[in-house]
Structures are given as C-alpha cells and as structure tokens.
C-alpha cells in the first residue's frame, strides 16, 4: 500500500502537535494525511475523543491507517470496539503513555486503564527506552496485548518535537515500511 491508497488518519496526544512535531509534519506533507480535531487538546475527553475518531474513520473515502502518538494511542484502543470492520487496515502507534504509572497529569486519569484486547488490524508500535510516560517494558508488554510488531526507538524520549523528534525521517521510512506490508 502506497501512502496515497490510504487516508493517513494522525490522532496526536494531550495538547495536540504543535507545528514543528512530526505529526504535523507528516500531515503537511503527505496529501492522504488528515488530523483527528477534538473539541478539547487541554481536557481529553474519553467518551468524545474515541467518538470523533471513529467519526473521521467512518467518513475517509479510503482504507485507513491510523497515526496515533502518545495519548492518541489509548484513544485508537478505546475507539476500536467502535470501528467500521474492516475500515482500519493498520495503526503506527508512537510512544503510547502508561496510564497506571504514577505521578501522570490528573486530566489523563479517565482514560486508564489501557486496554490491553488485541487490536483487529496490523500494528507496529514505536517505543523509547527513555520515554518518560512509559517504561520500554511497559511498552512491550502492550506491543504483546495489542499484537503489535515492536520497534525500539533506543534513547527517544517521548519521541515528539520537545525531545528532537521534529522531521523525524527515521519514523518516516517506518511508516512507509509499514505501509508496504499492508494489503
């Protein structure tokens, strides 16, 4: 699959992406490429959040590929039980927040647990060894659940623009790898 065969559906985080994180980058750049709006970047909401994404799934005249980073990652795996079949044909998951550690912003609460069904689609999941939201083992056991191909981005951070991750290009030919996988 080419990235033009799909609508690239990117589900940034908590706060958004700003300008210059690679989310917005790529939704720049690749004209299938579509940001998730929520009504709200500064108080995550679990009900509308996972709504409104299944709601742009829905709409996208194209297969889709979900982009999701940091909480955008919890909010693809509780829209999923709310997916069209079949709609979805992979998710590159970047950097997903574990939601039971301690000491996480009190407005992320409502999300947690993170559900830890299998995902019904291809997965690959990017993860940091020293991302400061979620422990890389902690990582890996959700790449189990979630069934998802594990990448391991060494020392990351929480892969976004405030620890360098501006253009990204190593992300760049992952998710191009990732899309030539898909059928």
């Known amino acids: 699959m080419r990235s033009t065969d799909a609508t690239l559906l990117i589900v940034p985080g908590w706060q958004g992406s700003d300008a210059d994180h690679w989310q917005s980058r790529w939704e720049r750049a690749l004209s299938s490429a579509r940001r998730v709006e929520q ?57 997903p ?11 992320l609460a409502p999300f947690a647990p ?3 069904a299998p995902l019904p689609f291809p997965s690959v999941l990017i993860a940091s060894r020293t991302d400061p939201y979620c422990a890389f083992d902690r990582a890996e056991g959700f790449a189990l659940d979630w069934g998802s191909a594990l990448v391991d981005a060494g020392d990351a951070g929480h892969i976004g623009s405030a620890s360098g991750f501006g253009p990204w290009p ?14």
């Open 39 to 95: 009504a709200d970047w500064e108080r995550p909401d679990r009900v509308d959040w996972p709504r409104r994404l299944a709601a742009a799934v829905a709409a996208a005249d194209k297969p889709v590929v979900v982009v999701a980073h940091s909480l955008g990652v919890p909010t693809l795996l509780h829209a999923a039980p709310l997916l069209p079949p079949g709609k979805v044909k992979g998710a590159f998951l970047v950097a």
């Open 97 to 107: 927040p574990d939601l039971d550690a301690p000491g996480l912003p009190a407005v």
């Open 114 to 116: 993170v559900p830890t």
């Open 170 to 183: 190593e992300g760049s030919m992952r998710l191009l790898g990732f899309l030539q996988s898909l059928k």
